[in-house]
């Protein structure tokens, strides 16, 4: 019989996955220790690097969709992404429990070879956090005020936290490690298990992709070691350029639709609950959108957009490789065709890994959570403390046929003129595997095989014929 590790241990290593995943995240308690650090009285500061490297190869990408519009684009690629981030860290304790402290690093990527949106050999050599904050106790309440370039994410990250832009110019499509806001307030005010957070934020976009967006809030949580946590969020978008896709085609725009939105977001995740049954756990996140638009002959109707996903997990800590059974069913609505009311969810600044609000490797790239069904069903199972596998099943569909499910694409003729979007609510469904082995906290390898199967709303846009999206990936970090 295998001897499995305590579940603290488990707990550990399982958030070190997302370390390793293409679109993943990094748990700050898993953080390895500072490289160099130094103290004299009341400051202290350390310093670190962080990396990572990628190889990645690509074969029938984009389902050979690109045949039609662009038939010289190769379906079959290899690249390999690098990302460095130097860091320093610093705090000067001021007396009464109040710490003044802040961040700078920078950040570099650098793409060899042509990525699947066939940028080639881009990078860019940019700052990563530029921040400052104050953080302290007054009787029962703590509070933490912080400005600058931070990151920032809000739930579990259904509407914001990819703070910073990747690919394009910037290199690192792929891997998408630059996640920092470029200018943020947050202010936190907490007591007991309750925090309460206020929030302005504007993301650091690549010019190519730039939307000049604002994004202004506030949220509630509570949270409780051991059982789970639980959230309330509002906030609009005071200014915008980002468009938002018509009824017809690419070229019927909504300028600056995003401008004016308005988002309630909550957000429960709990375990432990069930008599009985202690790895058990449910997940529930909910969004609603509200806004008015202005279509392109500038006719103003209402935004009513709606999101949810509910799911799963339970934990076999006691059996053999310690598998966890996750389950998630999620829906992103779609703008119904023929109706005044515009229907389709703005998915914002969305991601935090695979295990959020990333639906496959390769479907992340392409369903942008809008106009999307989507169900997950994920297994994680511990070869030993250092050596985890995880399998992954997701199926995509749309919420509304013939409607965009991008910006527009799959535009088609048929007798009644111009549709978009797919005729057929099946997309695709992705399986997934992936190895992860932990040599140490700074150092953690992993390699992984996607192969996602175009469904027949795909297959009925592409006279020219579809064929699988297969990817092969290999990264490693090491952190100093």
């Known amino acids: 019989m295998q001897t499995l590790p305590s579940p603290s241990p488990l707990a550990k290593t399982l958030c070190m996955i997302a370390t390793t995943v293409a679109f993943g995240t990094v748990c700050a308690q898993d953080k390895p220790q500072a490289a160099w650090s130094w103290q004299s009285g009341d400051l202290s500061l350390d310093a670190g690097m962080d990396t990572y490297s990628a190889y990645y190869s690509m074969q029938g990408t984009w389902w050979n969709l690109s045949s039609t519009s662009a038939p010289t684009f190769d379906k079959d690629r290899s690249f390999a992404e690098l990302w460095v981030r130097p860091k320093l860290n610093g705090a ?45 106790k007054s009787g029962d309440w703590g509070y933490d005020l912080s400005l600058g370039r931070q990151p920032f994410t809000l739930g579990t990250g259904m509407l914001l936290t990819a703070g910073s832009g990747n690919g394009y110019s910037w290199g690192g499509g792929a891997s998408t490690q630059r996640k920092t806001w470029a200018r943020s307030v947050i202010a936190r005010a907490s007591a007991s298990e309750f925090t309460g957070t206020a929030f302005l934020l504007e993301p650091d976009e690549v010019p190519e992709a730039r939307t ?68 058990f756990g449910v997940r529930g996140e909910f969004a609603q959108q509200r806004n008015d638009i202005t279509r392109a002959n500038g006719q103003r109707d209402p935004m009513k ?67 999307l069904r989507a169900q997950r069903f994920i297994i994680d199972a511990y ?32 007798e009644n003129g111009l549709l978009v979007g797919v005729p057929e609510a ?28 175009p469904g027949a709303g795909l297959k009925a846009t592409a006279p020219q014929g579809t064929q699988a999206w297969t990817t092969f990936g290999v990264g490693l970090t090491a952190n100093f």
């Not at 070229?251 to 709990?270: C, N, Q, Y």
């Not at 199926?395 to 046929?401: P, R």
């Open 92 to 136: 000067f304790k001021l007396g009464g429990g109040v710490e003044a402290y802040g961040t700078v690093s920078v950040g570099g990527t650098k793409t060899l070879g042509a990525d699947a949106f066939d940028y080639k050999n881009q990078g860019t050599v940019r700052f990563d956090a530029t921040m400052i904050g104050l953080r302290g």
């Open 383 to 414: 070869l030993s403390p250092s050596d985890i596998i995880q399998f992954q099943r997701v199926s995509a569909s749309v919420d509304q046929l013939n409607s965009p499910v991008q910006f527009g694409q799959g535009v088609r003729f048929s």
């Open 426 to 453: 099946k997309l695709s469904t992705e399986l997934y595997l992936q190895y992860v082995h932990v040599f140490n906290p700074k150092l953690i390898a992993s390699t992984f095989l996607a192969r996602n199967t």
């Open 212 to 279: 000049d967006t604002r994004v202004r809030g506030l949220a509630l949580e509570w949270a409780r070691p051991q059982v789970g946590k639980a959230g309330l969020s509002w906030f609009n978008v005071p200014r915008s350029q980002a468009i938002y896709p018509g009824n017809l085609a690419p070229l019927v725009f909504i300028e600056k639709g995003r401008e004016g939105l308005a988002t309630w977001h909550g957000w429960a995740d709990f375990t432990g609950f069930v008599p009985g049954l202690p790895t």
């Open 305 to 371: 957009a709606n999101a949810w996903l509910v799911g799963a997990s339970w934990w076999g800590q006691t059996l053999p490789f310690a598998p966890k059974f996750s389950y998630h069913v999620a829906r992103f609505s779609g703008d119904k065709p023929g109706t005044s009311t515009y229907e389709r969810f703005d998915p914002m600044f969305w991601g935090n890994g695979l295990e959020n609000w990333w639906f496959g490797a390769n479907g992340a790239y392409s369903w942008l959570n809008a106009n």
